[in-house]
């Protein structure tokens, strides 16, 4: 059974990752309620709590997604009139940016969207998504849908400035995404280094129409972004730079991530990687005295279902830094071949290849990093000690406290996770 969200879905988030932007879906409400519930969990507004700002029809009490609830008669008969009675509503709440988006079904009537759009004179603020990337994987549907933005939004030709950079890749489908955000921004600002902004992910239209500043785009997820760097690179010359490496996951990856990115824009990565040296001799000395306590990570067992930019440098720094053995190491649809590439190689090398593609249901983990519902099924079925949820599907749990994935933070909080397994272990 195939859990994941299409590329749909990544085109709804990837204009509601714009803090300044709405969706508006022109489709059933039955398509609309997931993502508008997503959107506000993860990335509220202001306005998010204020429901009776939102009880006027297309909204249903929700803050986010506004649509135009088709029915059968308006798949026989087209859904211009409720297109045209949405809009002026839409329009109303003061948003920099709207994008009306077809629900699957909803592409087939072929109502002209963009004709709309101009009777409505809205098309100054308003694109129209006549398709999307249905059935395609998620981060295809957000790269695109970002790529289409940009186009459209006519980016200003600005002068580029040295010390300017735009991070790519980050959505809100990945767990702690702003933390994720917040520890690159720092390890940036340490080598001197201005993030400009995050296409989709935080940043505001005219955050996004300053992007044209920068001297490089730091692309941090490829799955998310490579459209989007390929636009950048061709319209307005900007280079992208990536990291052989992966994303900067562990201590070893992100200190690889430092120098290719110093070394792209001509910084002095010292300051950085002594931060992160200093997280490293931090964590050295807690290992150490809870080896002797609790006992020790190396040969325990683990599965990773992720990005193959987040599974490549899991995956090595648990084998190499903690001694932890993959027996299953699954990759999602719409990797980055390079990634998927260096993964497989990395594995053979180590005698691990058939740990790739393995179900973790049979290799019963130790601990298992992925989906969250997946991880919940193998917790209560015996099969897994510990899941580790790397993208954001469910609920979850309520932090009050900003956390990562990435960077030194987040390598500390990984091993935050894994010695709380450990220390239970016969």
Not at 192 to 216: D, K
Not at 302 to 326: H, K, N
Request: proline residues 5%; hydrophobic residues 40%; aromatic residues 10%.
């Amino acid at each position: 059974m195939n859990l994941d969200a299409d590329g749909f879905i990544g085109t709804l988030l990837a204009i509601e990752g714009i803090s300044d932007a709405r969706a508006v879906m022109n489709g059933p409400n039955g398509c609309r309620g997931n993502p508008a519930y997503f959107s506000d969990r993860y990335f509220p507004r202001d306005n998010s709590l204020n429901r009776r700002s939102f009880e006027e029809p297309f909204f249903f009490g929700q803050s986010r997604i506004p649509c135009t609830y088709l029915d059968s008669d308006d798949y026989i008969h087209g859904s211009t009139q409720k297109l045209r009675e949405i809009l002026p509503l839409i329009a109303e709440k003061g948003d920099a940016f709207l994008a009306v988006v077809n629900s699957p079904g909803a592409s087939l009537i072929g109502d002209d969207l963009n004709r709309l759009l101009n009777e409505a004179r809205l098309d100054h603020v308003c694109m129209a998504f006549e398709g999307a990337a249905y059935s395609r994987p998620l981060p295809e549907g957000f790269d695109e849908a970002i790529t289409a933005i940009l186009r459209w939004l006519r980016l200003n030709r600005l002068p580029r400035m040295n010390n300017r950079v735009n991070l790519l890749g980050f959505s809100m489908v990945q767990k702690y995404w702003q933390g994720n955000i917040a520890e690159i921004r720092h390890l940036c600002g340490l080598m001197g280094l201005t993030v400009v902004s995050v296409p989709g992910a935080g940043s505001s239209v005219s955050e996004l129409r300053e992007s044209t500043t920068a001297s490089c785009n730091i692309v941090i997820f490829p799955e998310y972004s490579r459209q989007t760097a390929e636009f950048y690179e061709s319209e307005f010359g900007i280079p992208a730079v990536y990291s052989h490496e992966g994303a900067p996951v562990g201590f070893d990856a992100t200190e690889a991530w430092i120098r290719t990115v110093a070394v792209a824009t001509g910084r002095d990565p010292t300051p950085a990687l002594d931060e992160i040296r200093t997280r490293r001799t931090h964590a050295f000395h807690r290992i150490a005295r809870y080896h002797h306590e609790a006992g020790y990570p190396k040969g325990a067992t683990f599965a990773v279902r992720g990005d193959s930019s987040f599974a490549l440098p899991l995956t090595m720094w648990l084998y190499e830094y903690l001694g932890m053995m993959p027996v299953s190491v699954d990759i999602m649809a719409g990797e980055d071949p390079n990634a998927a590439g260096c993964l497989q190689g990395y594995l053979a090398a180590n005698a691990l290849s058939v740990a790739f593609g393995a179900d973790p249901a049979v290799a019963g983990p130790d601990m298992y990093f992925g989906d969250d519902l997946s991880g919940k099924d193998l917790v209560l079925s015996g099969r897994c000690r510990k899941s580790v949820d790397i993208f954001n599907r469910t609920t979850g749990d309520i932090h009050f406290t900003e956390r990562a994935f990435l960077g030194g933070a987040g390598a500390l909080w990984i091993l935050d996770l894994i010695f709380d397994v450990v220390k239970d272990f016969p």
